[in-house]
């Protein structure tokens, strides 16, 4: 199968070479560090399965990946980055077919990149399972009047603002942000908005 590895770190795409030659079945036909240099060696290249890592810079990794999903349904697309459930789940959503964390063993990442060539349209990822239970977890702890409380907060405007819309004191509207920032591991608006988005719950 033919690959294609966009890392914006040398070393990284060093590595690539090296695991790819250590595996006879993967031939790595071209490597990018960049958005642009990715859709370049497309233009010119047919690879089975493109690899990318979420620091590619400009739109990121993961926007580009979902860009490739678009425009080509049945590349093998397999996204690298932090462990972290956001970017698992967001990887998943986007239809993608494996993430995997930067700290994953080289067998499991060429694993992937089978997987990925093999069921372009199959998702995997290591703890995928556990991820799932987590989101869940965090989903079911919001009570209806906060998950209320937190779509007010992505529609925009003032918490007192909110609280006329709702028909509550804004000191209780308070009460109700304050609960839903700890809940959510957050200290702000926009990181609440963001985190709901990780766990789809916006």
């Known amino acids: 199968m033919k690959l294609i590895a966009v890392d914006p770190v040398t070393l990284v795409r060093l590595g690539y070479g090296a695991a790819c030659a250590a595996s006879p079945d993967i031939d790595l036909i071209g490597q990018a560090a960049t958005g642009e240099e990715t859709r370049d060696l497309l233009g010119t290249l047919d690879p089975d399965v493109v690899s990318i890592d979420v620091a590619v810079p400009g739109q990121g990794g993961l926007q580009l990946a979902a860009e490739l999903r678009t425009v080509r349904p049945q590349l093998g697309l397999v996204l690298t980055g932090p462990t972290e459930d956001g970017l698992l789940l967001q990887a998943l959503q986007a239809g993608l077919s494996a993430y995997l964390p930067?700290?994953?063993?080289v067998e499991l990442l060429m694993s992937?990149?089978?997987?990925?060539a093999a069921a372009p349209a199959s998702f995997?990822?290591?703890n995928l399972a556990e991820a799932m239970a987590r989101r869940r977890?965090?989903?079911?702890?919001?009570s209806p009047r906060e998950e209320q409380i937190l779509h007010q907060l992505s529609t925009g405007g003032s918490l007192a603002a909110i609280a006329v819309r709702m028909r509550l004191t804004e000191s209780t509207v308070r009460t109700y942000v304050a609960r839903l920032y700890d809940?959510?591991?957050v200290h702000?608006?926009?990181?609440?908005l963001q985190a709901a988005a990780r766990l789809f719950l916006i």
């Not at 930067?102 to 063993?105: D, E, F, L, M, Y």
């Open 102 to 105: 930067r700290t994953a063993p």
């Open 112 to 116: 992937a990149v089978r997987h990925a």
């Open 124 to 126: 995997t990822a290591p």
């Open 137 to 142: 977890t965090r989903s079911t702890a919001l």
């Open 183 to 185: 809940k959510l591991g």
């Open 188 to 192: 702000n608006r926009t990181q609440a």
